[in-house]
């Protein structure tokens, strides 16, 4: 079974920063890897995806992602964040099989001072 | 647009009793999921179903049942409450097919709460 880790648990940053949101995957074979957000009180809503080629996907809102087989990461950034991108941030792997379901991440909290 | 439509928003039970979540969809996806949120822990996968009458086993199916009764519809059953168990519930849906590369939609959750 794929796995992956979020290191960490709360980022706080001002707005107008960068911010990174780290996650590492563990499986050796092909897989699909995906960010998603949660606002609090909401289900969580898809923000991108990487599936082949270009290694930086771009999402919704400013937010993309570099995928990095060599270091088996897919962290998510933004370059300057609005308190609106408070929210917990999920990444999750599926498998490159047939019907396998996606698995996520503890997520990582992230806060956005004014 | 579609939605995802989890019954009821909150649900409070007994230790040992038997609970059922409900969860209806109308994008016409043909792979439906349940996920149970635990703070600091994420989400993990308790089954999903790909199809109608389909149910696959997930990470934490143990003290779950599961039926996809018709495509629109997924349930979920707590086959014994714990005492003081306090999680979040999740519906998901999505296209399916080949690869799992789709987007996956959620529904607000089932808030459980276990006196």
């Known amino acids: 079974t794929q796995t992956v880790s979020q290191s960490d648990a709360h980022v706080t940053v001002f707005e107008g920063d960068s911010v990174e949101l780290r996650c590492n995957y563990s499986?050796?074979?092909?897989?699909?890897l995906s960010w998603y957000i949660q606002h609090h009180g909401h289900g969580l809503q898809f923000l991108l995806k990487?599936?082949?080629?270009?290694?930086v996907v771009q999402g919704v809102n400013g937010f993309e992602a570099e995928f990095s087989k060599s270091d088996s990461s897919f962290h998510l950034r933004k370059a300057s964040v609005h308190w609106s991108d408070s929210a917990v941030y999920f990444c999750?792997?599926?498998?490159?099989?047939?019907?396998?379901?996606?698995?996520f991440g503890a997520g990582t909290k992230l806060t956005v001072k004014p | 647009g579609g939605i995802i439509t989890q019954t009821p928003k909150f649900l409070i039970g007994q230790e040992g009793q038997k609970l059922t979540l409900k969860c209806q969809q109308n994008?016409?996806?043909?792979?439906m999921y349940w996920y149970r949120q635990d703070s600091g822990k994420g989400l993990r996968l308790i089954y999903y179903?790909?199809?109608?009458?389909?149910?696959q086993k997930g990470d934490l199916s143990e003290g779950y049942d599961a039926s996809r009764e018709k495509k629109s519809s997924f349930s979920l059953t707590v086959t014994s409450a714990q005492k003081n168990e306090m999680a979040v519930f999740l519906c998901?849906?999505?296209?399916?097919?080949?690869?799992?590369?789709?987007?996956?939609?959620f529904g607000h959750g089932t808030k459980l709460s276990v006196l």
């Open positions: 994008f016409n996806h043909d792979t």
């Open positions: 499986y050796g074979g092909s897989i699909y």
């Open positions: 999750a792997v599926s498998l490159r099989n047939n019907n396998n379901a996606p698995r």
């Open positions: 998901a849906s999505s296209i399916g097919g080949q690869g799992s590369n789709e987007r996956l939609f």
């Open positions: 179903s790909i199809t109608e009458n389909d149910l």
């Open positions: 990487y599936y082949s080629g270009n290694p």
